[in-house]
Every structure is written in C-alpha cells, then in structure tokens.
C-alpha cells in the first residue's frame, strides 16, 4: 500500500518526461540524439541506476549508439567481446532482462564476473526495443553497483521507457521516409517535366529525351536530378564545359 503514492507519482514525472521528449522527437531527425536524451531520463528516473546505455544490432554488429556513462559503454563492448550478456539476449532473444546478481549469475559467467569485477556493477535490466527499422534491433540498459537492486517498479519504469524509445525511433524513421517519399516525388515531377520539354524542342521520343537527360548526368558527373530540374526551369539543357550543351 505505502509504494503507490510512489508509483503514481513516478508515472505522473514520467509522462511529464514524455511530454517533453516529444517535442525533442518533433524537433530532431537523429536517432543518436533522441536516444542519448532517453537515456538521461531512464537513469533520472529509474533512483537505482546509475549508468544508462541503449545497444543496437545493425549489419550483424552490436553497437552502444548512446550511454550516460564511459564504464556502461565498456560494459556492453565485453558483452559484444564474449557475445553473451542481458542485452544481447534481450536482443536476440526478444526478452526483458532482469539480473539479481551478475557476480553469481549462472547464464553469463564471464560477462558477469567480468563487469563486477572491473566496474562493480552487480544488477542489471535490459529491455528490447520493438522497432520499425528495416534490419535493426535495439535495448535499453540499466545498470547499477548494488546487488537486487531494481524492483517492481523499476522494472517497470524500464519496460516504458524502452517503449517510448521505440516509438520514438519508429516516428523519426516514418518522417525520413515521408521527406524521402516527397523528394523522389518531385525529382520524378521534374524529370517528367523535363522529357516533355525535351520532346517537343528536339522532337525527340520520350525513350530518347530520357537517354539525353541520363547522357548529360553522366557525361557532367552531375545527379539526374539536378539536370532535369534545369531543363524543367530553363527550357534547355545546362552548359558542359563552358558550351552549351549538344542533344
């Protein structure tokens, strides 16, 4: 009875967390940034962490893409040496993590007596992210020096904060690809553009004036794009050479 007032009021701080990380997520188009201000929030909120760290797997490469900390960072990369730890099995395995004691720990004897020995660190939490980012995976990593260390409650601050970061990545990975989507949109428009003003100066084909527009791109190194977009303006194609250029 006496956790709840805590518990309520640190989902209350955390949705006050996520208001804010919202408007970062609005305002940044860089997953490395919106994950290391995770990060700082999951170990603000989370009282018994003390270093914080997110892991992706990308390419068959693991890699700490963002940690409050140099010791967490170097805490993953012996996971990523031995190829065992809680983070590469929340990966791998599509599991939440928890680890009482890593010093006696039966399921990563080296990983574990490795970190307590050379950094301490004697609990762990690593939760998956759940991504829409072709070929990549992630999880979030709490670490901490004292053995037992999170709770129910920590344990499920963590379950939110690596779904807000998965959310959060899937929301700047859509708004690429809706800025990707509107690029190729208008590089086609103009391309059209382009072989139809091609056509009726030069009586060409539209086979023929795409062959011209693809000739200029490479013979001027310059993109397909960027020649089509001049024709589509000028009503010619560019100069090459300091010429004008030939059909």
């Not at 170990?43 to 490469?61: D, F, K, M, N, Y």
């Not at 004697?122 to 980012?133: E, G, K, N, P, W």
């Not at 060409?204 to 794009?225: G, I, M, P, W, Y």
């Not at 000028?234 to 059909?247: E, M, V, W, Y």
Request: with cysteine; hydrophobic share 45%.
């Amino acid at each position: 009875m006496d956790e709840r007032p805590d518990l309520a009021g640190t989902l209350l701080a955390l949705a006050d967390d996520f208001v804010a990380l919202g408007r970062v997520t609005l305002a940044i188009a860089d997953e490395q940034d919106l994950l290391a201000a995770v990060a700082r929030v999951a170990q603000a909120r989370i009282e018994p962490a003390e270093w914080v760290s997110i892991t992706t797997l990308a390419g068959g490469e693991f890699r700490t893409m963002a940690s409050t900390d140099p010791r967490a960072e170097r805490a993953d990369a012996i996971q990523y040496a031995v190829g065992s730890g809680p983070c590469v099995d929340a990966i791998l395995e599509e599991n939440d993590v928890l680890v009482r004691d890593l010093r006696t720990d039966e399921r990563w004897p080296t990983f574990g007596r490795r970190v307590a020995d050379e950094f301490g660190v004697r609990s762990m939490m690593a939760f998956r992210l759940t991504m829409d980012v072709k070929d990549t995976i992630a999880a979030l990593n709490v670490f901490s020096c004292a053995v037992d260390a999170f709770d129910a409650g920590a344990v499920a601050t963590g379950r939110l904060m690596a779904t807000y970061s998965a959310l959060g990545l899937n929301s700047i990975a859509d708004r690429r690809r809706a800025e990707e989507l509107q690029q190729a949109l208008g590089t086609a428009r103009e391309i059209g553009i382009a072989i139809g003003v091609l056509m009726v100066n030069e009586q060409l084909t539209r086979e023929q004036a795409f062959d011209v527009l693809r000739a200029h791109s490479q013979d001027q190194n310059r993109k397909l794009r960027e020649i089509a977009a001049h024709v589509a303006e000028t009503g010619a194609l560019p100069h090459f050479n300091g010429h004008a250029a030939q059909s």
